[in-house]
């Protein structure tokens, strides 16, 4: 099974590669299953180059178990290819870095050649505060056991380059008896979940990478980052926080009934189970290290005072330590600092109190005894020693804390609404339930600026309602036991107005988290801006929230800042993708604008997800696409599915992750401080943007809205089978909806579109917005935005590259089985549009095909399609199956998985799900 593809290739390492584990697959498929099945993969490999109706028969043919066989073999080919173009891209990227030294020192070169003075350069460093968060958003198809396999892989092709480095030539028969040895795991090992996972098994999943991020790629882009501002001039404190890790796992209420306010709790201890375990594991490097004899170095008073504080608090230190180093004054430190870790560590197992001195509350007490040891060195003719692993071990802790990642936790607006209502009842004063939202305003503002509590410990609530409110308990319960970074924001999904966010923010001071008159809050309260509705009009309620004077204390207890989370999933699923994107760049300009109003720092959220249609795409153009001024230094991003295990799965990647988005981040913070172009050229590109996403808009409402489309989106995508690949805890549907499309999530609605390569979220409507504009004069107008406008040309590349995946020969086949005639117009309009979305395109990009300016990527893609056609003629064969036996109703298991099979080869064919 093997890549026929061109070896002058510019990428003929890496086909040579992948080649040699198609190979290496067909000899797995003959040990494990028989010659019989290698000669079906290969006839029908020959039958999609030469005949592909020839071979969409043979395919449907196929008894299911050989289906079964035929759709893993190609789903485990896609895992081999992707492991290889990992494995060589991060090649690609250490060869460029000794070359270029990395991004941030190319961007180090643009803010040098801009003049930037080393004042502002350390102030907007002092600013920075990026913090990606991984989200359980359930985009991830393949399985942990699947994913370390590729790990091992990737490790393995790794090992044998860098043996060939060395000049001396490669055991290649080794590694190839470790490589074929993998691949026998990975067919022998089921690519499907027998159960939906729970949080915490999410949460498991998240704690992998965190823990790698922790040990490997993160300190090394702080230390880079700190050396590469140390030669502009800044100095960057070593415990400073240029970016931390956030997760919403455990702490994501909304649509999740499995996270409760136990399950929170569980996780964050969880959390720290490993968090400590990390910092544990760096102090043994420090241990390793710190064999200075106090015979040669000196060491601080405040040093000498804290480690005498130590011996005699900590009883349980081993006699052999305190008498082979008692003259080795900072290794004994670093062990006093481990026992404290593992204090802390007992201590939260057995839910014991915080002893000041013996264990640790919160990473700043750790932090704090980590710097005593650099800043000794550093007095004492060990600067080089207090810049090395010491600093390494500040930076990360710093970075990730003893808990690994800040938890937000976010919850549904009406939740909140429903509490009040049943306490406002308890209390006899109104009817909550029946105010309008004007007079909920009126009442809320009026609660926060007065003294009485609405509730009492024992008050009455309904069963959801209680856990509703019980969790605002549980951020206190649980900021008490780990320190107050452990849970830092509070979001609101579904923000409408301005009583939708004073609502959580009642309820938090119900339960002690916040003081209006003593000015004090635990928490920062974060509006979820999901819709066009909502984005609209952006400005104008972060204004009305800010002139609110009790809810402005809160802010200012906060340090001035308010975050506003952006999302791109909703709006997109309701508007289509051209007005999703404009109105969320046009909030962010009006949100800019209403903060600096009110004196305020604006903090970004951006709730991407991992495809275009949810908000994805190249982060580093992304951010730099943002309006000026709307990054000043802080940002937030989700990370999710499997966006985290193609960015995070391998440390070169990580590093070039993580070092693009602080590059990006540091770029616009001191770059992009005010407009690219003239205000009178922007006003004329606003118009025009206003013109296409207006007429994409009714372009796409004209398809989504239309009755019947539901019935035609149920009868040719897989979307019904989501919920049995088991790959989130949290149900695809939201609560008490039917079975139409409002109700369903956004995740499930590109899942739907992209199996079937329709791909609708990703380009539906644009070519109509962009033929609206030339129609109206404007052709010129929309070749200058894209040559000179950032935010225009990222969207303009986006939409391209959504384009190429999508293959509407292949959605036919769905269409063509799978729909009934009465709904193939739908096909038609789709097939009509997308015609019109690529030539608009091309003529703005001046191509002749999509993505003539990147052929290595358009030849992946095509090379994929030759594996991803049997795939897709599969499913459609299965899914002809499935219905006639009468769906999931039948309980036909075998032919069941058969489909799942195909869901998951054609996800890591494509490299995403939903």
Same mark, same amino acid.
């Given at each position: 099974?093997?890549?026929?593809?061109?070896?002058?290739?510019? $990428?003929?390492?890496?086909?040579?590669?992948? %080649?040699?584990?198609?190979? *290496?697959?067909?000899?797995?498929?003959?040990?494990?299953?028989?010659?019989?099945?290698?000669?079906?993969?290969?006839?029908?490999?020959?039958?999609?180059?030469?005949?592909?109706?020839?071979?969409?028969?043979?395919?449907?043919?196929?008894?299911?178990?050989?289906?079964?066989?035929?759709?893993?073999?190609?789903?485990?080919?896609?895992?081999?290819?992707?492991?290889?173009?990992?494995?060589?891209?991060?090649?690609?990227?250490?060869?460029?870095?000794?070359?270029?030294?990395?991004?941030?020192?190319?961007?180090?070169?643009?803010?040098?050649?801009?003049?930037?003075?080393?004042?502002?350069?350390?102030?907007?460093?002092?600013?920075?505060?990026?913090?990606?968060?991984?989200?359980?958003?359930?985009?991830?198809?393949?399985?942990?056991?699947?994913?370390?396999?590729?790990?091992?892989?990737?490790?393995?092709?790794?090992?044998?380059?860098?043996?060939?480095?060395?000049?001396?030539?490669? $055991?290649?028969?080794?590694?190839?008896?470790?490589?074929?040895?993998?691949?026998?795991?990975?067919?022998?090992?089921?690519?499907?979940?027998?159960?939906?996972?729970?949080?915490?098994?999410?949460?498991?999943?998240?704690?992998?990478?965190?823990?790698?991020?922790?040990?490997?790629?993160?300190?090394?882009?702080?230390?880079?980052?700190?050396?590469?501002?140390?030669? *502009?001039?800044?100095?960057?404190?070593?415990?400073?926080? =240029?970016?931390?890790?956030?997760?919403?796992?455990?702490?994501?209420?909304?649509?999740?009934?499995?996270?409760?306010?136990?399950?929170?709790?569980?996780?964050?201890?969880?959390?720290?189970?490993?968090?400590?375990?990390?910092?544990?594991?760096?102090?043994?490097?420090?241990?390793?290290?710190?064999?200075?004899?106090?015979?040669?170095?000196?060491?601080?008073?405040?040093?000498?005072?804290?480690?005498?504080?130590?011996? @005699?608090?900590?009883?349980?230190?081993?006699?052999?330590?305190?008498?082979?180093?008692?003259?080795?004054? #900072?290794?004994?430190? @670093?062990?006093?600092?481990?026992?404290?870790?593992?204090?802390?560590?007992?201590?939260?197992?057995?839910?014991?109190?915080?002893?000041?001195?013996?264990?640790?509350?919160?990473?700043?007490?750790?932090?704090?005894?980590?710097? *005593?040891? %650099?800043?000794?060195?550093?007095?004492?003719? !060990?600067? *080089?020693?207090?810049?090395?692993?010491?600093?390494?071990?500040?930076? /990360?802790?710093? /970075?990730?804390?003893?808990?690994?990642?800040?938890?937000?936790?976010?919850?549904?607006?009406?939740?909140?609404?429903?509490?009040?209502?049943?306490?406002?009842?308890?209390?006899?004063?109104?009817?909550?339930?029946?105010?309008?939202?004007?007079?909920?305003?009126?009442?809320?503002?009026?609660?926060?600026?007065?003294?009485? =509590?609405?509730?009492?410990?024992?008050?009455?609530?309904?069963?959801?309602?209680?856990?509703?409110?019980?969790?605002?308990?549980?951020?206190?319960?649980?900021?008490?036991?780990?320190?107050?970074?452990?849970?830092?924001?509070?979001?609101?999904?579904?923000?409408?107005?301005?009583?939708?966010?004073?609502?959580?923010?009642?309820?938090?001071?119900?339960?002690?988290?916040?003081?209006?008159?003593?000015?004090?809050?635990?928490? $920062?309260?974060?509006?979820?801006?999901?819709?066009?509705?909502?984005?609209?009009?952006?400005?104008?309620?972060?204004?009305?929230?800010?002139?609110?004077?009790?809810?402005?204390?809160?802010?200012?207890?906060?340090?001035?800042?308010?975050?506003?989370?952006?999302?791109?999933?909703?709006?997109?699923?309701?508007?289509?993708?051209?007005?999703?994107?404009?109105?969320?760049?046009?909030?962010?300009?009006?949100?800019?604008?209403?903060?600096?109003?009110?004196?305020?720092?604006?903090?970004?959220?951006?709730?991407? !997800?991992?495809?275009?249609?949810?908000?994805?795409?190249?982060?580093?153009?992304?951010?730099?696409?943002?309006? #000026?001024?709307?990054?000043?230094?802080?940002?937030?991003?989700?990370?999710?599915?499997?966006?985290?295990?193609?960015?995070?799965?391998?440390?070169?990647?990580?590093?070039?992750?993580?070092?693009?988005?602080?590059?990006?981040?540091?770029?616009?913070?001191?770059?992009?401080? &005010?407009?690219?172009?003239? @205000?009178?050229?922007?006003?004329?590109?606003?118009?025009?943007?206003?013109?296409?996403?207006?007429?994409?808009?009714?372009?796409?409402?004209?398809?989504?809205?239309?009755?019947?489309?539901?019935?035609?989106?149920?009868?040719?995508?897989?979307?019904?089978?989501?919920?049995?690949?088991?790959?989130?805890? %949290?149900?695809?549907?939201?609560?008490?909806?039917?079975?139409?499309?409002?109700?369903?999530?956004?995740?499930?609605?590109?899942?739907?579109?992209?199996?079937?390569?329709?791909?609708?979220?990703?380009?539906? !409507?644009?070519?109509? !917005?962009?033929?609206?504009?030339?129609?109206?004069?404007?052709?010129?107008?929309?070749?200058?935005?894209?040559?000179?406008?950032?935010?225009?040309?990222?969207?303009?590349?986006?939409?391209?590259?959504?384009?190429?995946?999508?293959?509407?020969?292949?959605?036919?086949?769905?269409?063509?089985?799978?729909?009934?005639?009465?709904?193939?117009?739908?096909?038609?309009?789709?097939?009509?549009?997308?015609?019109?979305?690529?030539?608009?395109?091309?003529?703005?990009?001046?191509?002749?095909?999509?993505?003539?300016?990147?052929?290595?990527?358009?030849?992946?893609?095509?090379?994929?399609?030759? #594996?991803? &056609?049997?795939?897709?003629?599969?499913?459609?064969?299965?899914?002809?199956?499935?219905?006639?036996?009468?769906?999931?109703?039948?309980?036909?298991?075998?032919?069941?998985?058969?489909?799942?099979?195909?869901?998951?080869?054609?996800?890591?064919?494509?490299?995403?799900?939903?």
């Amino acid at each position: 099974m093997t890549d026929q593809s061109n070896t002058d290739a510019p $990428d003929a390492a890496l086909r040579a590669d992948i %080649r040699r584990l198609g190979t *290496l697959l067909g000899e797995a498929l003959v040990r494990q299953e028989g010659s019989e099945l290698l000669a079906e993969v290969e006839e029908v490999r020959a039958l999609v180059r030469t005949d592909s109706a020839t071979a969409a028969q043979r395919l449907a043919a196929l008894d299911v178990a050989t289906g079964t066989k035929l759709g893993r073999a190609f789903s485990t080919y896609f895992h081999l290819a992707n492991v290889t173009e990992q494995v060589h891209r991060a090649r690609e990227l250490r060869a460029a870095r000794a070359v270029t030294g990395g991004w941030l020192r190319e961007t180090a070169e643009l803010i040098r050649k801009a003049g930037t003075s080393a004042a502002d350069i350390d102030a907007a460093v002092r600013r920075l505060a990026i913090r990606p968060v991984f989200t359980a958003h359930p985009t991830e198809a393949a399985r942990r056991s699947i994913l370390v396999k590729q790990r091992a892989l990737a490790d393995t092709l790794d090992a044998e380059a860098a043996e060939r480095a060395l000049g001396g030539g490669a $055991d290649t028969a080794a590694y190839d008896r470790r490589l074929a040895e993998l691949i026998d795991l990975l067919w022998q090992t089921d690519e499907l979940r027998l159960t939906r996972p729970e949080p915490t098994d999410e949460a498991r999943n998240a704690i992998y990478y965190l823990t790698e991020l922790y040990a490997n790629a993160a300190p090394r882009v702080l230390a880079d980052l700190h050396d590469t501002l140390a030669d *502009l001039g800044a100095e960057v404190p070593v415990t400073a926080q =240029p970016f931390t890790f956030g997760t919403w796992i455990g702490g994501d209420r909304d649509g999740n009934p499995y996270v409760t306010p136990e399950v929170t709790a569980n996780v964050l201890r969880l959390q720290h189970e490993y968090g400590i375990r990390a910092a544990e594991h760096a102090m043994d490097g420090l241990v390793s290290d710190l064999s200075l004899s106090a015979r040669h170095a000196h060491l601080s008073e405040p040093l000498a005072a804290s480690l005498d504080a130590d011996l @005699a608090a900590l009883p349980e230190l081993p006699a052999r330590f305190r008498r082979v180093n008692a003259e080795e004054p #900072y290794r004994l430190k @670093a062990r006093c600092i481990k026992q404290k870790l593992a204090n802390t560590r007992a201590r939260l197992a057995a839910r014991r109190p915080h002893e000041p001195g013996r264990d640790y509350l919160g990473t700043a007490e750790y932090v704090a005894d980590l710097e *005593l040891i %650099r800043t000794s060195l550093a007095e004492h003719d !060990g600067a *080089l020693i207090a810049d090395g692993r010491v600093a390494d071990a500040i930076r /990360a802790a710093q /970075a990730f804390g003893l808990q690994l990642a800040t938890m937000d936790v976010r919850e549904h607006s009406e939740k909140h609404h429903a509490v009040l209502a049943q306490l406002y009842r308890a209390v006899g004063e109104v009817d909550y339930a029946s105010l309008d939202r004007p007079a909920r305003t009126e009442l809320l503002v009026a609660e926060l600026a007065g003294r009485r =509590p609405l509730s009492t410990p024992d008050v009455a609530l309904d069963e959801a309602e209680r856990r509703t409110y019980d969790v605002f308990a549980t951020i206190r319960e649980m900021q008490d036991t780990f320190g107050p970074k452990v849970i830092e924001s509070y979001i609101v999904s579904m923000t409408h107005g301005v009583d939708d966010l004073l609502a959580a923010v009642v309820l938090a001071r119900e339960n002690g988290l916040v003081n209006v008159h003593s000015g004090h809050s635990r928490l $920062d309260f974060v509006p979820l801006l999901e819709t066009v509705h909502e984005l609209k009009p952006a400005g104008e309620l972060l204004d009305a929230w800010l002139s609110i004077p009790a809810y402005r204390k809160i802010v200012a207890a906060r340090g001035d800042v308010q975050e506003i989370m952006l999302g791109y999933s909703d709006s997109n699923k309701e508007a289509g993708i051209a007005s999703s994107q404009w109105s969320i760049h046009q909030a962010q300009r009006a949100m800019r604008d209403a903060a600096a109003k009110h004196g305020v720092t604006l903090r970004l959220f951006h709730g991407r !997800g991992g495809t275009v249609g949810r908000g994805g795409g190249p982060t580093h153009e992304a951010i730099l696409a943002q309006p #000026y001024g709307t990054l000043d230094g802080s940002i937030k991003v989700t990370e999710q599915g499997e966006v985290i295990s193609d960015k995070y799965t391998l440390p070169a990647l990580a590093r070039e992750n993580l070092e693009l988005t602080v590059s990006a981040v540091l770029q616009a913070t001191l770059l992009h401080t &005010e407009p690219r172009q003239p @205000a009178t050229e922007l006003a004329v590109w606003d118009s025009v943007m206003d013109t296409v996403a207006g007429a994409a808009e009714s372009a796409y409402r004209n398809l989504v809205e239309h009755p019947r489309l539901p019935d035609y989106f149920w009868a040719c995508t897989p979307t019904a089978l989501l919920g049995s690949l088991n790959i989130g805890s %949290r149900p695809s549907k939201r609560p008490n909806t039917d079975a139409g499309l409002d109700g369903l999530r956004a995740i499930p609605w590109v899942f739907g579109w992209t199996q079937t390569r329709q791909i609708v979220p990703g380009w539906y !409507g644009v070519g109509s !917005g962009l033929a609206a504009a030339n129609a109206a004069g404007l052709t010129d107008t929309l070749r200058a935005m894209y040559q000179r406008w950032q935010f225009f040309r990222t969207f303009i590349s986006n939409v391209e590259m959504m384009l190429a995946k999508t293959d509407l020969s292949i959605a036919r086949r769905y269409v063509d089985a799978l729909v009934p005639d009465e709904l193939r117009h739908f096909a038609d309009q789709i097939e009509t549009e997308y015609a019109s979305t690529v030539r608009e395109v091309l003529a703005i990009t001046g191509e002749a095909h999509l993505l003539d300016a990147q052929p290595v990527l358009r030849r992946t893609l095509e090379v994929r399609d030759t #594996y991803l &056609e049997p795939l897709h003629h599969l499913q459609v064969s299965l899914l002809s199956k499935y219905a006639a036996a009468g769906g999931a109703d039948a309980g036909d298991e075998a032919l069941q998985r058969a489909l799942l099979s195909t869901v998951n080869g054609i996800a890591a064919g494509l490299r995403n799900t939903g």
